[in-house]
């Protein structure tokens, strides 16, 4: 297979972005049909961390960064970096030359489903990562790989240009088709919840406003008064069973 690099991707609009900027991962992914979260195997190295914007990918082998470096020069201020490679490997692909570099370009932050090291350097940097392990095993810079195209990270699909969000509880791409609508529907979401929040405000209770107690009774969920009653019940099963 060909080995290149796309040098300019579609991105999204800038005032699509910073509406997105006003949600979270939990309510883009929600809102969009539970799709397009990548798995847990992702942990954000700096906490309170927000970040939104188009992603540029670098597809590299396990344990050779060389294709980071060729993403480098193509990355755009605002750009979300998403890294991944062919084969298993968690070796600090990313250290503190390369996220200053990423700096210097405006990237937001990194998504990298492999390994990153010089994790102190790169906090008082505030430099947000999400990443699947932290190992001070170095790398090489010999093995061509691919620059802007399409690949999956965390179990997520993601094409250049798709829209990444991340924050405390996880990473979500939501792709260029679906910009608009999933933007909608997050808005409607938020809605929502801030009715919910009155209802808990006026003392209502979860069961009665998501309309839980028929499940309760499907599932055959059996309310006791108090454990004297419970217990009761318990001793009689247990004398039916002798």
């Not at 991105?11 to 910073?18: G, M, Q, V, Y």
């Not at 195209?149 to 965390?154: D, E, L």
Request: hydrophobic residues 40%.
């Amino acid at each position: 297979m060909e080995k290149y690099v796309v040098k300019n991707i579609t991105r999204p609009d800038a005032t699509l972005i910073e509406e997105y900027k006003k949600l979270d991962v939990s309510t883009v992914y929600e809102a969009q049909g539970k799709i397009g979260l990548m798995n847990n195997s992702l942990k954000p190295i700096l906490d309170k961390t927000l970040v939104c914007g188009p992603a540029v990918t670098a597809v590299c082998h396990a344990g050779d960064n060389l294709m980071i470096h060729a993403a480098i020069e193509v990355c755009k201020p605002g750009d979300v970096l998403v890294i991944t490679t062919v084969g298993e490997g968690v070796a600090g692909m990313i250290g503190e030359l390369i996220v200053s570099a990423l700096i210097k370009r405006g990237v937001q932050g990194v998504i990298i489903d492999s390994g990153i090291r010089d994790v102190a350097q790169i906090r008082e940097l505030g430099f947000p990562i999400w990443t699947r392990a932290v190992l001070s095993q170095g790398t090489t810079k010999t093995r061509g790989g691919w620059g802007n195209a399409p690949t999956v990270c965390a179990g997520a699909s993601v094409d250049p240009g798709d829209l990444i969000m991340a924050d405390e509880d996880g990473v979500v791409v939501v792709k260029k088709a679906d910009f608009q609508s999933t933007l909608e529907l997050s808005k409607q979401r938020l809605q929502k919840e801030e009715g919910t929040k009155q209802k808990i405000a006026r003392g209502e209770i979860s069961l009665d406003f998501y309309n839980l107690r028929p499940t309760l009774e499907k599932e055959q969920v059996v309310y006791y008064e108090d454990e004297t009653e419970f217990k009761k019940k318990c001793l009689q099963s247990n004398e039916l069973n002798v």
